[in-house]
């Protein structure tokens, strides 16, 4: 194994320790990922029944929202992870050793994947409980992770690009919140044909998360229909090299200041 693997391994190791003793930190976001799934879908269903949802399962509608939640909940805890380490001294022991300095950054990266992966699957497994029923069978369902994945990966970088800019638990955490207005301010509870709003309308069509929630509901309702798959893929894509890029630099900042 190369070092910068085996850098990479130990640290994200060590984060997903500092996860498992600290299994609360977790279960705000699940809960919050838990309402939108239960809540909407029971206080909103009826609303299925008009002639733009053609039909679908207002269950496969919402749960989109409810993965995203969870992918900008979970992910947001890499950020979260390193202000514990810069603000414990731990970030500054580490300049000191051959450790990889892109090792660190990946290290809570990866753990947040990780723990995002499996409030993924609990929202999935509660979700076919109620009934659920994926269009695009197995290979959909694991669609739907690498959707939720990808998106989360790109919050994490601009998560750990604010903490490494800032150095700051409060600061960070308030860079963070841009990603809820995305979450709302989309085609969250109804097609977009149905937004009557013209601003909220344009809003929803220049939202990348709108995209997103497009390419997982093809995936639920219609089955492999490509064009939104592709056009969701290719969005998280182009995020995940903007705020993974932007971590890179942040860190490099950060270590020519330490």
């Known amino acids: ?13 060590r984060s997903v ?10 279960i705000p976001n699940l809960f919050i990922s838990m309402f939108f799934l239960l809540v909407y879908s029971g206080g909103l269903s009826g609303i299925a029944s008009l002639p733009a949802f053609e039909g679908a399962d207002y269950l496969s509608f919402i749960l989109p929202v409810s993965i995203v939640s969870a992918a900008i909940g979970g992910a947001g805890g890499a950020g979260q992870s390193l202000i514990r380490d810069l603000e414990s001294g731990y970030f500054a022991r580490l300049l000191q050793t051959p450790v990889s300095r892109l090792a660190i ?9 990780l723990q995002l992966l499996v409030q993924t699957g609990i929202i999935l497994a509660v979700a076919f409980l109620l009934g659920l029923r994926v269009e695009a069978g197995v290979g959909g369902v694991l669609v739907l992770l690498l959707f939720a994945i990808g998106w989360g990966l790109a919050f994490a970088g601009y998560s750990v690009a604010i903490a490494l800019k800032t150095k700051n638990a409060q600061a960070a955490q308030a860079g963070t ?3 809820f207005p995305l979450l ?31 390419a997982m509901r093809a995936v639920l309702i219609d089955g492999w229909v490509w064009q939104p798959i592709l056009i969701g893929a290719s969005v998280i894509a182009i995020a995940c090299a903007i705020t993974i890029g932007l971590s890179v630099r942040s860190a490099k900042t950060a270590f020519s200041r330490d």
């Open 184 to 214: 709302f301010l989309s085609t969250t509870f109804v097609p977009l044909e149905l937004i009557e709003a013209t601003w909220l309308r344009v809003a929803a069509v220049m939202n990348p998360t709108t995209y997103l929630f497009d």
């Open 1 to 13: 194994m190369s070092p910068f693997l085996a850098h990479t391994y130990v640290l994200t190791k």
């Open 177 to 179: 919140l841009i990603f």
């Open 105 to 113: 950054v990946l290290g809570p990266i990866i753990a947040g994947m």
């Open 17 to 26: 320790i500092v996860l498992l003793r600290n299994p609360f930190t977790v």
